[in-house]
């Protein structure tokens, strides 16, 4: 134990962290984040290509006659396209739980010195998914209330509920539980999450600009021109999102898991409890601080 380093940490040695575990384990981020993206990505670009391909325009070339089909099937089209929209609604959702999930419960155990792979990330995941999705709805509702209301009351509140997702799955929380848990964490330290949060926004906006801004610009002149095929690009346009959001979500996750951990430091002794032995444990959560980080 003498080696980890057990302390309250400045701002910038939280985001630090955060950028030295996500690069010291990219492809475990990576796979996390990208496996169960990839029947979504699928579905996204086939309702991508359908929707451009089948708009009404007489000028519209039909290279893949799916307008053709369209215009001659109207109610299975439609029927077809409202199944796809069902299914990735459902699909967003569980990619979205799965790889937060996951990503929490590998940066749990990087972060405590344990080696841990994609299969045993995603194992964490069996018998929490309802959890978190409680826990993410109710949270949804707490924030769009409150942004509703006023707009800063939702940013500040987004802030104070930074580590919900840690409480849940790392403490075990439910739903209500783990709200007022993260607020009573994140007293006095709102600052700091508003940071951490105006950081990742500031990402996924120039990976935004970065993977989907350029195929954008190009179906919509493909599309006023009348000329090329814009249901490539459309469907160009969904790819690159899916890769901005598996690139860039990670890191928000990663960052509020480090913030979790130093806020149980500064509030609950974790790193006093730690050095007095393992068998002093906190909660679920089995250690103290990274050693690839000392």
Not at 210 to 215: G, Y
Request: hydrophobic content about 50%; some cysteine.
């Amino acid at each position: 134990m003498s080696n980890l380093d057990l302390r309250p940490l400045s701002l910038g040695e939280i985001l630090d962290r955060t950028f030295t575990l996500y690069r010291r384990h990219f492809l475990l981020s990576l796979g996390i984040s990208a496996i169960p993206r990839l029947p979504l990505v699928g579905l996204q670009v086939a309702q991508s290509v359908l929707v451009i391909a089948a708009r009404p325009n007489s000028g519209h070339r039909d290279p893949t006659g799916l307008y053709t089909w369209g215009a001659t099937h109207p109610d299975v089209f439609a029927g077809t396209m409202m199944l796809i929209a069902f299914l990735v609604l459902i699909l967003t959702l569980v990619a979205y739980l799965l790889a937060q999930g996951a990503t929490v419960f590998s940066v749990s155990e990087l972060y405590l010195g344990h080696p841990i792979t994609i299969r045993q990330s995603f194992s964490h995941m069996r018998g929490n998914m309802l959890t978190l999705l409680g826990v993410l709805i109710l949270n949804g509702l707490a924030i769009g209330a409150a942004t509703i209301l006023l707009i800063i009351p939702g940013i500040w509140l987004a802030c104070r509920l930074l580590v919900v997702i840690p409480v849940a799955l790392l403490e075990g929380e439910g739903p209500r539980g783990s709200l007022s848990r993260s607020m009573r964490l994140t007293q006095d330290h709102a600052g700091s999450a508003f940071l951490i949060l105006l950081l990742y926004y500031a990402m996924v906006f120039a990976a935004a600009m970065l993977f989907t801004a350029p195929f954008q610009a190009v179906q919509f002149f493909d599309t006023i021109r009348h000329s090329g095929s814009p249901e490539i690009w459309a469907a160009l346009t969904q790819v690159g999102a899916s890769i901005s959001a598996i690139l860039v979500v990670p890191i928000l996750t990663i960052a509020s898991s480090i913030f979790y951990f130093d806020l149980r430091v500064r509030k609950e002794g974790l790193d006093l409890q730690m050095m007095l032995g393992p068998e002093v444990n906190p909660g679920p959560v089995r250690g103290g601080v990274p050693t690839m980080f000392t």
